[in-house]
């Protein structure tokens, strides 16, 4: 099993400044899938949303670039398994410890990087009171072996498309995701709401990162598709699947869809990252 993967990004056609930031990190050399991959829209006012997303990419990048670089590209390539990753619905664990991470909770892992990501925006806002206020989504999706851990707060997106449907592995952390939940509202009145940019959980607001860590197992064939709001609110989920499925190069599926996504008005800042499980 391997990986393939793309992101791009683009400031929209309403916007003139881009606060979305990007991570695509695909190890190479290895024996078998290991990769970083992550969204992050920053919120803010001008210059603050860029700066929070920034960060957020950047820790991400430091943290658990190192601990793939360090756990994955040194030992799996010898043969050894996937350090611990807690698995959701009752699936079995696979457990393969390694000597620089030692019976390693992939969940836990993940779990405190977003939490560092946190503490840093929020630093950054206390130590610039001219950034106060700043803030930004994430998610993001490291995948080891055939596991991928995914870890959302705010309401950027991550689906998996496999066998002709689409599905999101993340929960919108906004007040139109919770009325969904709570089955006041549709799914398609999500788009039109008049409340639907309000977040209620994000990087840099509370002490405390209300994240969301979930596991998916991969399988060949399937993709993951990491979004900002900015596609996912111009292009509906089976128009992605469409091109995903349709479009097989990574560069031109990310490319066709943030054109869909501006032609469809572009009124934020758009990313997408698209990674392939061959």
């Not at 590209?73 to 990753?85: E, F, I, P, S």
């Not at 979930?214 to 111009?234: F, I, K, N, P, Y």
């Not at 699947?241 to 009124?267: I, K, P, Q, Y």
């Amino acid at each position: 099993m391997q990986l393939t993967a793309f992101a791009q990004t683009d400031h929209g056609r309403r916007r003139t400044q881009n606060q979305d930031n990007v991570l695509c990190y695909t190890l190479k050399g290895t024996s078998t899938a290991a990769g970083l991959y992550a969204v992050a829209d920053g919120m803010g006012g001008q210059n603050a949303g860029e700066i929070a997303s920034q960060i957020a990419i950047e820790t991400v990048r430091d943290e658990l670039g190192r601990f793939l670089d360090r756990t994955m590209g040194a030992k799996l390539a010898d043969g050894a398994d996937v350090v611990t990753g807690r698995l959701s619905d009752g699936a079995e664990e696979r457990t393969g410890a390694t000597e620089q991470a030692p019976d390693v909770s992939l969940v836990d892992v993940l779990g405190s990087a977003i939490q560092h990501c946190n503490e840093r925006v929020r630093e950054h806002g206390q130590r610039n009171p001219g950034n106060s206020g700043l803030g930004s989504t994430l998610t993001v999706a490291m995948v080891t072996g055939d596991l991928a851990l995914i870890g959302n707060i705010g309401d950027s997106r991550t689906y998996i498309v496999r066998d002709g449907e689409i599905r999101s592995l993340t929960q919108d952390h906004s007040l139109v995701g919770s009325l969904v939940r709570q089955g006041l509202i549709s799914e398609n009145d999500v788009y039109s709401h008049p409340h639907r940019n309000l977040i209620y959980s994000a990087l840099g607001t509370h002490p405390e990162a209300n994240a969301d860590v979930a596991v998916q197992r991969l399988q060949e064939g399937d993709t993951l598709l990491l979004c900002s709001d900015g596609l996912w609110e111009m292009v509906r989920d089976e128009d992605i699947r469409a091109v995903v499925e349709n479009v097989s190069d990574v560069e031109a599926a990310a490319t066709t869809l943030v054109g869909a996504a501006n032609a469809a008005g572009g009124v934020d800042n758009i990313s997408v990252v698209i990674v392939r499980v061959l």
